[in-house]
């Protein structure tokens, strides 16, 4: 049963700096993996999907990475924005219809 | 092209009535998936259609929920006799007909259930 693990569970940083949100899977045995951003009381936005082929991408100031046989994942954002503040959540593709696993995700807080 | 529609957003029931929560996909998506997220839990898969098809259903619990994708309008996720614990918030998601698992998905607002 494929679990999925985000770290850390919440992230407080001042606006400006960089940082990296952490996700890992236990079965490396997936189609793609996708990341997103919720938030509160709102649906999810899709950020990036990144097919179990690829390694990383790109979109903005964000960028994702895949490293399936260790069952990682990260999601970088560069110079971080006080409109940045959310919940990432970190999804796991594990089937050929796309089923996805959700981790826990990170609550993200940017203040001015 | 309008995204994923949900409606209503917002439903309160009491115990024992039925709930029925409508999806209507992005134009040209054929996979409808329903997702549950209770309070301070993440989402959790619990269904996934095709047009009149239920491919898996693995995530729904076997009594009181149904879900449907006719061939014609949304797909409908029915709970029968609402108890406390199903006050959550259920998301639908759709993806395109063409290879479904390397296919992105897209989310609606979602329906917050409340059960009284």
């Known amino acids: 049963k494929q679990e999925v693990t985000q770290i850390p569970a919440a992230l407080s940083v001042p606006e400006g700096e960089n940082l990296v949100l952490n996700c890992s899977f236990t079965d490396s045995a997936i189609y793609n993996l996708q990341w997103f951003r919720q938030d509160p009381g709102k649906g999810l936005t899709s950020l990036l999907l990144?097919?179990?082929?690829?390694r990383e991408q790109t979109s903005g100031r964000l960028n994702a990475s895949l490293d399936k046989s260790s069952g990682r994942s990260t999601l970088y954002i560069a110079a971080s924005q006080p409109g940045d503040s959310a919940t990432y959540l970190c999804?796991?593709?594990?089937?050929?219809?796309?089923?996805?696993?959700f981790g826990q995700g990170t609550i993200l807080t940017v203040h001015p | 092209n309008a995204g994923v529609m949900q409606n209503p957003r917002h439903l309160v029931r009491r115990r024992g009535q039925e709930a029925r929560l409508r999806c209507s996909p992005m134009k040209g998506h054929s996979h409808v998936y329903w997702y549950r997220q209770l309070p301070e839990e993440g989402l959790k898969f619990m269904v996934y259609l095709q047009k009149e098809n239920i491919i898996d259903e693995s995530g729904m619990p076997k009594e009181r929920f149904s879900a449907e994708f006719p061939k014609e309008g949304p797909s409908i996720l029915r709970i029968q006799q609402v108890v406390r614990g199903d006050s959550a918030a259920y998301f639908c998601?759709?993806?395109?007909?063409?290879?479904?698992?390397?296919?992105?998905?897209?989310f609606g607002p979602g329906t917050r259930l409340t059960v009284l």
């Open positions: 998601a759709s993806s395109p007909p063409l290879a479904g698992a390397y296919n992105e998905q897209f």
């Open positions: 999804a796991v593709g594990g089937t050929s219809y796309g089923k996805l696993t």
């Open positions: 990144i097919q179990s082929s690829q």
